[in-house]
């Protein structure tokens, strides 16, 4: 057996239990109480070539040690109580991990399995997402994992990091069902939920897998939560065992959602197992971005180092004084792109981190000396992303190149109204209004609509059309998307956005507000005067007092200016 990967061998056998209405155990029960306590460590498998039978004092002993595990009244038979235990949905892995002379001495708290990772910066990939029985969304259980993680980091020195390499990934996340090549099958719905492997040195170790015939679900008590779930078993990928402590969430039984993933805490008893591994966290300024590797950092010294005063945080002036070259929305989730770098909204609205992540360390295949984005999009026909950059053009699959990138933009075939060719993209989206894509291009668009196959389409009849078509936002937007449930449309420009109901073109007035403030969660700047147009205003309402006051003073002077055009054209 290899001790590497710290899971110990579990039999095959599915368990399954009726609802127990006497206290007498059926013959079936007790054989399956039996197999039970054998999978989960409390009772040692028979030994087929010795012919050695369990015994009746060995099968009390075991049942009692499951009974005081779980808190039940130890009574060493199979009683209703324990019976209703056994047939709660639960992880795979076994309660009862060492010696019996360890588990005599062990108090009713956490278990370390005796692994931990030697290193604190640690690498996560997501391999595939639950499509069985859950119609959770890809970016959606993303996110969980992420906040799972989170949960352990904030607590400790460790820190994650996704990696687009997944086969290196430290902890490799994925969804499974039945026999899935690892040596511990799933046994459909019910039963064994996920199960994790300790660390260690082997391959394996780290991997976490759920069981994908599960209804994973998120804040939905109809199915089993997956932030519940994925926290427990990421206590396992960094060396906890099951805990008999209440409460825990190392317990191995599921017993409904633990609320909210953004304030969620763990519990003491895994708070000091988790510190007992990895020490108590030293408080940072940011937490690490997904993407970015993750520099590695001194450990804890023994006295405290002197208090100084933080420096500004570039990473916040960038975020927060906008300004952003493309903004898409890919999978759900926003991505605001500004030079060489990228941060991602989730569509539950929180940043996944407040730093940025370098865009080339992503999306592999992009030049290395990316320092600009023009435009990006998600091509609804096959969900592969596309980037301009120039008067060139990127197909990704998920963060991969396809082959022969770099194409040219001339294969868009899209000429201006005075017949020039269009050498450069300023904003490309999906409107969720049609389905068809636009782009925009030095005050005109064009819109296209994509077939099957993935070949570029060409533009469709009469286009290009003139930007001032869409009333009441900037007629060069630095970029445009299609967003949330409500398919309304987002004008991008300097740090302002400009918010489209589904559907409309011209929707007369529409208030720009702070990119900052209600995207890249900036603090709301101390308000400013209104801009008032001079005479002859009419319901023109270009209050812009929401517009952050660390702007960049071209952009400052330019907002009001857009907003005076558009007024402007109102009257006309
Ligand atoms: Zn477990
Ligand atoms: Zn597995």
């Not at 056998?13 to 059926?26: D, E, H, Q, R, W």
């Not at 399956?32 to 009390?60: C, F, M, N």
């Amino acid at each position: 057996m290899d001790t590497g990967s710290g899971l110990i061998y579990l039999t095959a056998t599915v368990v399954m239990f009726a609802s127990p209405v006497t206290l007498a155990p059926m013959p079936d029960q007790y054989y399956r109480g039996v197999d039970w306590l054998s999978r989960y460590g409390y009772l040692s498998p028979p030994d087929p070539h010795a012919g050695k039978l369990q015994t009746k004092e060995g099968i009390e002993k075991a049942i009692r040690q499951m009974q005081r595990f779980a808190g039940l009244t130890e009574t060493g038979e199979l009683d209703a109580d324990t019976l209703n235990l056994m047939s709660k949905p639960r992880c795979s892995l076994p309660d009862i991990v060492g010696t019996e002379d360890m588990l005599r001495k062990r108090k009713k708290r956490y278990a370390l399995s005796g692994l931990r990772w030697g290193k604190k910066g640690l690498t996560w990939s997501l391999l595939n997402y639950p499509k069985l029985q859950s119609t959770l969304d890809p970016s959606l259980v993303k996110y969980l994992m992420y906040q799972a993680l989170k949960v352990w980091s904030d607590n400790t020195n460790l820190q994650f990091s996704e990696t687009g390499q997944a086969n290196q990934a430290d902890i490799k996340i994925s969804f499974a069902h039945s026999i899935h090549d690892d040596g511990y099958p799933f046994d459909g719905k019910g039963g064994t939920l996920a199960h994790a492997f300790f660390p260690g040195d082997v391959d394996i170790a780290g991997d976490t897998h759920f069981d994908d015939e599960e209804s994973w679900t998120y804040r939905d008590d109809r199915g089993t939560d997956l932030f519940t779930v994925a926290v427990h078993e990421f206590g396992h990928a960094l060396g906890l065992s099951h805990s008999s402590s209440h409460p825990s969430i190392m317990q191995p039984y599921y017993s409904g959602p633990v609320g909210d993933e953004n304030t969620y805490k763990l519990p003491m008893d895994d708070l000091q197992a988790i510190q007992t591994l990895y020490g108590v966290k030293v408080k940072r300024e940011t937490t690490p971005p997904v993407g970015r590797p993750t520099p590695r950092r001194p450990e804890r010294p023994k006295t405290p180092p002197p208090r100084v005063t933080a420096p500004p945080d570039p990473d916040a002036q960038a975020r927060c004084e906008g300004g952003f070259d493309a903004v898409a929305n890919i999978r759900g989730e926003v991505f605001f792109f500004k030079g060489s770098y990228f941060w991602r909204m989730q569509r539950t609205g929180s940043l996944v981190s407040f730093s940025p992540a370098r865009i080339t360390n992503f999306w592999m295949g992009l030049p290395h000396d990316t320092n600009k984005i023009d435009a990006v999009y998600e091509r609804k026909t096959d969900n592969h992303i596309i980037f301009f950059i120039g008067s060139n053009y990127w197909i990704f699959k998920d963060t991969s190149v396809l082959p022969g990138y770099p194409r040219p933009l001339s294969e868009w075939r899209m000429r201006t109204q005075s017949g020039k060719q269009v050498d450069q993209v300023q904003s490309a989206f999906v409107w969720a209004h049609n389905g068809k894509t636009y782009l925009f291009s030095r005050g005109e668009f064009w819109r296209f609509t994509e077939g099957q196959g993935g070949t570029v389409p060409q533009p469709d009849a009469e286009y290009p059309k003139s930007v001032s078509l869409w009333k009441g936002v900037p007629s060069d937007p630095d970029d445009v998307i299609s967003w949330g449930q409500e398919g309304y449309t987002y004008f991008f420009k300097g740090n302002s956005y400009w918010a489209l109901k589904s559907g409309g073109l011209d929707e007369g007035v529409i208030t720009p507000k702070s990119t900052a403030v209600d995207w890249m969660r900036c603090p709301a700047p101390a308000p400013t005067p209104s801009y008032k147009p001079r005479s002859g205003g009419g319901q023109c309402n270009c209050d812009v007092n929401t517009a952050p006051t660390f702007t960049a003073p071209s952009r400052l002077i330019l907002v009001p200016l857009v907003i005076l055009l558009q007024c402007v054209g109102q009257l006309i």
